[in-house]
C-alpha cells in the first residue's frame, strides 16, 4: 500500500522556518515528479512547488518564490520544503503528492499528481 506520510508543520510566528517532510513508502518514487499543495481555511487547495524526478527542474507558485525551497532525497524516498520568511497568509494544510508514472515531470496541476498524503498544518501568527 503507498502512502505518503507529511511532518514538520506546528506553529510560527511570522518571519519564521519550517522544514515539511514527505516520507513515502509502498513503493519508491525516485523517477516520479512530486508536489506541494496547500489549502487554506474556506478556499481551494493551491500548488505550491513541484520537483521533477531528475532533481533539475523545479517549479513555484509565485506567491512562495524566493521563500521556499522543494529538494529530494531519493535515497531516502523523501521530499522536503523549505520554507523560510513565513507570512500569516501561508497558514494552510500543506500536502505532499506524487505521480505514479516513471520519468514524469514536475507539474502544478493536481490533477496530474495520483498519490497524496493526508496534510499537515502550518499555521503562522502575525
Known amino acids: 500500500q503507498v502512502q505518503l506520510v507529511e511532518s514538520g508543520g506546528g506553529l510560527v510566528q511570522a518571519g519564521g522556518s519550517l522544514r515539511l517532510s514527505c516520507a513515502a513508502s509502498?513503493?519508491?518514487?525516485?523517477?516520479?515528479?512530486m508536489g506541494w499543495f496547500r489549502q487554506a481555511s474556506g478556499k481551494e487547495r493551491e500548488f505550491v512547488a513541484a520537483?521533477?524526478?531528475?532533481?533539475?527542474?523545479?517549479y513555484y507558485a509565485d506567491s512562495v518564490k524566493g521563500r521556499f525551497t522543494i529538494s529530494r532525497d531519493n535515497a531516502k524516498n523523501t521530499v522536503y520544503l523549505q520554507m523560510n520568511s513565513l507570512k500569516p497568509e501561508d497558514t494552510a494544510v500543506y500536502y505532499c503528492?506524487?505521480?505514479?508514472?516513471?520519468?514524469?515531470?514536475?507539474?502544478?496541476?493536481?490533477?496530474?499528481?495520483?498519490?497524496w498524503g493526508q496534510g499537515t498544518q502550518v499555521t503562522v501568527s502575525s
Open positions: 503528492a506524487a505521480r505514479a508514472t516513471a520519468y514524469s515531470r514536475a507539474t502544478y496541476s493536481e490533477q496530474d499528481y495520483d498519490y
Open positions: 509502498g513503493r519508491t518514487f525516485s523517477r516520479n515528479g
Open positions: 520537483i521533477s524526478w531528475s532533481d533539475v527542474r523545479t
